[in-house]
């Protein structure tokens, strides 16, 4: 597919064709790869690190009570806590 550099501001830029995007599965703020290899130009897509929590949500919620689940009403926050 041919395109054509454009100015963008101060630079020099090019749009991504939608039929890429959708091939690729980008959407706005994804991180690419840009580099120069025998005369052309390589953009990859950064494939994002899947964060993982350390408990899965049975684990946290496995000794919830009546009690418990409403300990944030009953807390005493104290002065270090706010940052005073």
């Known amino acids: 597919m041919r395109t054509q550099v454009r100015k963008i501001g101060n630079s020099l830029g090019n749009i991504i064709p939608a039929a890429f995007i959708r091939?690729?599965?980008?959407?706005?703020?994804?991180?690419?790869?840009?580099?120069?290899?025998?005369?052309?130009?390589?953009?990859e897509p950064i494939k994002a690190k899947k964060k993982r929590f350390p408990f899965s949500e049975k684990e946290l919620l496995q000794s919830m009570n009546a009690y418990t689940a409403h300990a944030d009403e009953i807390a005493v926050i104290s002065a270090k806590e706010l940052g005073e």
């Open 23 to 43: 091939q690729l599965g980008l959407e706005e703020g994804t991180e690419i790869e840009v580099k120069t290899e025998g005369g052309k130009i390589i953009i």
